[in-house]
Each structure stands twice: as structure tokens, then as C-alpha cells.
């Protein structure tokens, strides 16, 4: 059972249960909101609670807010301070999610964006897997990705998650794990809430932030990570959905993600269907770093205690 977490809702920290909005909320209503997602790892001896690129994350919320005409409640580091707050108050000591959330609560009618009506959320919750299996299954959904200029991808748009659960559906009637969209054009987007990296031939490939996908923070820092620290060559441009079918390795990657092996896409088994080597190595490597094991990706890490 999920423990009693206090809530932080425009200015006071309030049990969940009584973190409420008026059924007539325009992000009710129209989706008008927009969102982060952020981790916090336990380390390893149990006594520290990291939480990853908290500051990528809220500068990230920020542009979100501004292109949807919103604001956050303060400056950049006022919020990071009320995500840390939110942690101690709940004595988190183990593996956290927190979800940060822009609204717009004003409660009259029509989809009208102002700045002056936003409202700042910010709550918690255990989390170890956010997809509970070491490999996973993936189809090309038939829906496509929301473009940037019709509903911001870019962003973390609260009514855009429309677009993510309708493949999910399909993914999962259909017997898969996930799904991956193209974008209008056809080109590999992203997953519903994870972004796409395909190895072949020993070179690491992901389509840019400009294919209709969320201006990604582990996508960003895998990037770093796979070219400065393991020596891998990168390479970001176009995917065409038959690169999905030929790739060596592919895997799905985000905060709740992390790194998500993927095993078939539209039941084409990848390599020999077990975890490939680059995969593998790079996997291993994101969990030293958000654990606090490489020293030189520890300003990555802002700690909870002490
Ligand atoms: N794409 C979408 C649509 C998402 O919701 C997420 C999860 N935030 C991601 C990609 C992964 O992004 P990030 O690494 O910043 O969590």
C-alpha cells in the first residue's frame, strides 16, 4: 500500500488526500498544464537520497510553462528548493519519483492560456520500475505523434498525454509493452513517455528533439554519457521505422524508463532477443552515474540529506 505523502500546492504542504482541484479547472476541462517527471535514487549505503539533474528538469518545466503561458512560482532555484522541501518533509529515504505540475485553475469557461491563473503542484511517490520487465516488447503505433506546432512536444503538456495513452492502448490490446511513434512525416518520434536509441554497427543513433519529441533530459544526458565517458560514437539524425527492424540494439530510455532494452518491434526479434552488448554497457553506466558512483557526473546529483 502506498504510505500517506504530503503534497505542496501553491505555497502549503497538504496530505494528499486533501490536494484537490475544482472539477471546473480549465486543466480539467481542456488540459491546460503542463509537467516534469524527476527521480531520486537511494545510494548505495542507504544514508543519501540523489535526486537526477533536478535543475535540467525545472529549467526544462520553466520553458514548458512559458511556451504554454504559464509561470512557476519563483525562480529556478526557489522550485528546486520546493522539490527538495517536498522530499524532507516526507522523509524520503528510498527510490522517488516527483511529479511537478503547472496548472491553469482558473474555473470559468473556454480554453483561455494566462500566466496569472497558474497554480504549482508538487507531489511524490515511491518508485523503482516504471516498466517492470528486463526487456520489453514494442510496436509502431498507428497513431501518430502530436506535432510541436499542434499540441507542443517539446513540452510536457498535460492534454498532449492524450496522444501517449491512445498508443499505449493499442500497444497493450495488441499484446506489446509499448509503443513508438513516427512523426506525420514518418520518421521516428519517440515512445508514449520514453525516447528511442538504436545501435547498428557498433554506432548508437536517436532522432533529434526536433521530430515532434520531448526536449528529453536522460535522452540528453545518455548522449554525454555515451559519447564523452564510454567512448561510443553517436550519431543523431532522421530514423526511418525499417531502421527499427534491422537494428543490432534498440532501447527506450526517460526518467521513469530509464534504460529499457527493447527485444522485438512489430514481432522482428532484434539481435538474438537477449540484451545486446552496447545496450548493456550503457544501462550499467546510467545506474553508476544516478547512483553516485562517477565522480566527474556528481553535478548531476543534488542530495537530499545533509
Ligand atoms: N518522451 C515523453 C513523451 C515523455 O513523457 C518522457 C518522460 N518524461 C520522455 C520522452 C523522457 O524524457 P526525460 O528523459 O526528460 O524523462
Redesign the pocket.
Known amino acids: 500500500m502506498l504510505r500517506a505523502m504530503l503534497t505542496y500546492i501553491d505555497g502549503t504542504f497538504v496530505e494528499d488526500e486533501h490536494a484537490t482541484v475544482n472539477v471546473r479547472s480549465r486543466a480539467l476541462n481542456y488540459g491546460l498544464g503542463c509537467f516534469g517527471?524527476i527521480r531520486g535514487y537511494l545510494s548505495d549505503d542507504g544514508e543519501q537520497v540523489f535526486v537526477f539533474r533536478l535543475d535540467a528538469h525545472i529549467e526544462r518545466l520553466e520553458e514548458s510553462a512559458k511556451i504554454l503561458y504559464m509561470q512557476l512560482p519563483g525562480s529556478q532555484a526557489e522550485v528546486c528548493d520546493i522539490v527538495l522541501d517536498l522530499l524532507r518533509r516526507n522523509n524520503v529515504h528510498e527510490d522517488i519519483y516527483v511529479r511537478p505540475l503547472v496548472i491553469n485553475n482558473s474555473n470559468l469557461l473556454a480554453p483561455v492560456l494566462r500566466e496569472e491563473d497558474s497554480s504549482f503542484i508538487c507531489y511524490c511517490m515511491p518508485l523503482k520500475r516504471y516498466i517492470d520487465k528486463d526487456a520489453i516488447d514494442v510496436c509502431v503505433s498507428s497513431w501518430r505523434r502530436v506535432r510541436d506546432n499542434a499540441i507542443p512536444s517539446r513540452t510536457?503538456p498535460t492534454g498532449g498525454y492524450l496522444n501517449?495513452a491512445l498508443a499505449r492502448r493499442e500497444a497493450m490490446d495488441n499484446g506489446f509493452d509499448e509503443a513508438i511513434f513516427l512523426t506525420e512525416d514518418g520518421v521516428v518520434s519517440?515512445?508514449?513517455?520514453?525516447?528511442v536509441f538504436l545501435v547498428r554497427r557498433g554506432v548508437v543513433y536517436s532522432p533529434p528533439s526536433t521530430k515532434d519529441?520531448?526536449d528529453?533530459?536522460?535522452?540528453r544526458s545518455l548522449i554525454e554519457m555515451v559519447t564523452e565517458d564510454l567512448g561510443l560514437s553517436f550519431v543523431e539524425r532522421d530514423i526511418g521505422r525499417t531502421e527499427l527492424y534491422v537494428a543490432d540494439e534498440l532501447f527506450l530510455?526517460?526518467?521513469?524508463a530509464q534504460v529499457t532494452p527493447v527485444r522485438s518491434v512489430d514481432r522482428r526479434l532484434l539481435g538474438d532477443g537477449t540484451v545486446g552488448p552496447i545496450t548493456a554497457k550503457i544501462q550499467s553506466h546510467f545506474d553508476d552515474v544516478v547512483h553516485g558512483r562517477v565522480p566527474h557526473r556528481n553535478d548531476w546529483l543534488t542530495p537530499v540529506w545533509g
Open positions: 517527471g510536457k501517449s519517440e515512445g508514449s513517455a520514453e525516447h519529441n520531448l528529453g533530459i536522460t535522452r530510455c526517460g526518467t521513469g
